[in-house]
C-alpha cells in the first residue's frame, strides 16, 4: 500500500495570515481613544509630569508631619508616577511578547518547510524502494 500525504487544512490557511499582533485588533473609537490615553500616561514624559506635580504639594505635606508625609507618598506620590512608570514597563514587555511571538511564528514556519521537505524526500525514497521491490519481484519469482 502506497503512502498518501494529506496536507492539513492550517498550511493553506497559514499561507494567508501572518501572527496577530497587539496593534492588529480592530477597537473602534473608544478603544483608539483609551489606547491614545493608555500611550500617553504609560510614558517616561508622564511620569516626569506627574513627579513635578506632586512635589507641589511636599512642602504642604512636610508641614503637616509624619503622617502627612506618608499619606502624600502613599496616595499621591506613588499612585500618580508609579502608575505611569509601570504602564511604561508593561509597554515595553509587550513590545518584547510581539516580538517573541513573532520569532515562533518565524520559527514554526521553518518547521513546517523542513516538514514538507521530509515529506518530499521520502516520497522519492519509496518511489526508489518501489521501483527495487518491482525489480526484484521480476528476478525472483514468488515462492509458492
Given at each position: 500500500?502506497e503512502?498518501?500525504?494529506?496536507?492539513?487544512?492550517?498550511?493553506?490557511?497559514?499561507?494567508?495570515?501572518?501572527?496577530p499582533?497587539?496593534?492588529?485588533?480592530?477597537?473602534?473609537?473608544?478603544?483608539?481613544?483609551?489606547?491614545?490615553?493608555?500611550?500617553?500616561?504609560?510614558?517616561?514624559?508622564?511620569?516626569?509630569?506627574?513627579?513635578?506635580?506632586?512635589?507641589?504639594?511636599?512642602?504642604?505635606a512636610?508641614?503637616g508631619?509624619?503622617?502627612?508625609?506618608?499619606?502624600?507618598v502613599?496616595?499621591?506620590?506613588?499612585?500618580?508616577?508609579?502608575?505611569?512608570?509601570?504602564?511604561?514597563?508593561?509597554n515595553?514587555?509587550?513590545?518584547?511578547?510581539?516580538?517573541?511571538?513573532?520569532?515562533?511564528?518565524?520559527?514554526?514556519?521553518?518547521?513546517?518547510?523542513?516538514?514538507?521537505?521530509?515529506?518530499?524526500?521520502?516520497?522519492?525514497?519509496?518511489?526508489?524502494?518501489?521501483?527495487?521491490?518491482?525489480?526484484?519481484?521480476?528476478?525472483?519469482?514468488?515462492?509458492?
Amino acid at each position: 500500500m502506497e503512502f498518501q500525504h494529506v496536507i492539513h487544512p492550517r498550511i493553506a490557511e497559514r499561507r494567508k495570515t501572518k501572527p496577530p499582533k497587539t496593534t492588529d485588533a480592530a477597537v473602534g473609537f473608544n478603544g483608539k481613544l483609551a489606547l491614545l490615553i493608555t500611550k500617553a500616561v504609560g510614558s517616561m514624559w508622564c511620569a516626569y509630569l506627574f513627579a513635578a506635580f506632586d512635589l507641589l504639594s511636599l512642602p504642604a505635606a512636610i508641614r503637616g508631619g509624619i503622617q502627612s508625609i506618608v499619606s502624600w507618598v502613599a496616595q499621591t506620590f506613588l499612585q500618580l508616577v508609579l502608575l505611569s512608570i509601570i504602564m511604561v514597563g508593561q509597554n515595553v514587555q509587550s513590545v518584547a511578547a510581539d516580538k517573541r511571538a513573532e520569532q515562533t511564528y518565524s520559527d514554526a514556519e521553518a518547521i513546517l518547510h523542513e516538514c514538507l521537505e521530509l515529506q518530499r524526500h521520502l516520497g522519492s525514497q519509496d518511489a526508489a524502494l518501489n521501483q527495487l521491490v518491482a525489480r526484484m519481484e521480476t528476478l525472483v519469482p514468488p515462492a509458492a
